[in-house]
């Protein structure tokens, strides 16, 4: 997979994909694999499934996604 995609949808339109990944509205992808991702690190002493972004839709420099 190269990792690039071709879109006719707007820079800005598609922005506001990326921008709101995490949180309440999942991944793009295997959303089940994530889940097991944050139980495995809640049993190891992390933050697991405690989702939390300052913002649904917006993010900024700095800003935590989900884990």
């Known amino acids: 997979m190269s990792g690039e995609a071709v879109s006719a949808a707007p820079a ?3 922005w506001r994909e990326v921008a ?3 949180g309440e ?4 992808y295997l959303d ?3 889940k097991a991702r944050g ?4 049993l190891t ?3 697991g499934l405690r989702r939390g972004r300052r913002d649904p839709h917006e993010i900024e420099d700095g800003d935590a996604i989900d884990f």
């Open 20 to 22: 709101a990944i995490g």
């Open 25 to 28: 509205n999942g991944y793009y």
């Open 12 to 14: 800005d339109a598609l």
């Open 39 to 42: 139980c495995v690190d809640e």
């Open 45 to 47: 002493g992390g933050m």
């Open 32 to 34: 089940g694999l994530w």
